[in-house]
Each structure stands twice: as C-alpha cells, then as structure tokens.
C-alpha cells in the first residue's frame, strides 16, 4: 500500500461511442456492481475514484468516492491511466466497447441506401494494457460475463489481462448480469481455485467481493 489509506481504482458503467451527432454504440450495462462495489470499498475505509461511463444511477455520495464522468473507451482510458499508477487495487467493472465507428459523422447520418455498412475500429483494452503495467505490490480484479465455456474463457481473460481474480458473470443464470438488482458470480484466481457466490443483491455481492480482496491483499 502506497500510505495507510488503500486507494481503489474502479471502472463502471457501458461506454458510448458516438456515430455522428446524435447516434451512439452503447451496451446495457446500468453500472449497477460497479456503483455498489465502489460504495462498499468506501464502506471498508478505503478511498476510491470511480471512472464511470453513462450511467443513469448518480453519483456515490460520500467523502471517500470521486467519481469521473465519461462517455467512450478511449475517455475512460485516459482518465483511469494516471490513477492507476497510484492506485493499490483496481477493479474493472465497465462494460467496455471492443469497437468504436471508424469515423464520427459531423452532421446526422441521412437515410440512403436499403443497406448500410459501418467500419468499427478497436477500442483500447483499458485492463489489458494497465494490465501490462501493473507492479507487484499492486492488485487487479476484472470481470468477465460469458454465455458459453465459462470458466475457461474467464481463466484465459484473467491471464491475458494480468488480473488476480477474475469475477465471472454467466448470463446463463437467471437474475444475473445486465440490468439486474441481483447478481450471482464465481470469483477464479490464477491458481483455478473458485468461490461461489449464490445469487445476492448486487449490493451483498459487492460486500463480499471486497471482503474476498481485503483478505487476498493481507496474504500476498
Ligand atoms: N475491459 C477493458 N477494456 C476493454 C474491454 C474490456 O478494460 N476494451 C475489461 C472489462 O472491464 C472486464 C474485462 O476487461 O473487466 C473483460 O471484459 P470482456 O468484455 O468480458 O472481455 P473482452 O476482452 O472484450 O473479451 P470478449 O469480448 O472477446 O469476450
């Protein structure tokens, strides 16, 4: 830890990639865990930056939450590398678009053709490329929300983005994932060691996470 206080990086939220003026790619994600993980870190005692992006939920109150606003990738990107760098724990909990439209239109795209095509280009990877960066003393927890294969896929995520626990999301399971007040997630760690979690309020899944990290950080 950097001083006494444990500083918490978070990402939440979907991002939206604008098209032109008044059209965007988004997801549905609702920021609902990030926003819970980042009150219950704060309840803990630690101090946490919340990058989020367009989220309708407000803002976390309280003097341990600052929360950045952001709308796309590349945005969330750039306000979370600096706070990485200082920051003991990072969770990524946004819902990150892979790919944004290769060019922003200036004015509204007008109707044409029957058919339209749109060039996306790659996004970057905000946990993979901090990921690359992070030291020993820091930790990083990622998410990964998968419908087929899923222990696998996360375990793959977890080394590719140099995570040490991967909390994983099946959208198998009813009342989990998107949009939901509940949640029901398995924490993996490199080891392939894993912790069930039954299906909770976010909120409790949030408390529990933090606990599960609390105490991984006392051991390594
Ligand atoms: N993530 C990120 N930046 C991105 C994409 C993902 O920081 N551009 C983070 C997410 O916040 C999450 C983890 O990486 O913690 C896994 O996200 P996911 O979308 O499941 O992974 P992808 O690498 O996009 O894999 P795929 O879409 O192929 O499943």
Redesign the pocket.
Known sequence: MLNDQLHVLL?AGPTYEPLDPVRFLGNRSTGKMGYALAEAFAAAGARVTLVSGPSQLPDPTGPLIRTVRVET?AE??AAAEPVAAEADVWV???????YRPAQVAAEKIKKSGETMMLELVK??????T?GQRKRPEQFA??????TTNELA?AQD?LR??N?DL?VLNSLRDAGAGFGHDTNQVTVLDAANQFVNFTLQSKADVARGLVRLILARLKTT
Do not use: Q, S
């Open positions: 990402t990738a969330m990107f990524f909990a946004a819902a990150v678009a892979d996004n970057v990877d905000i946990a993979a901090l927890v990622g998410f990964a929300l998968e896929h995520k590719r983005k995570f991967v």
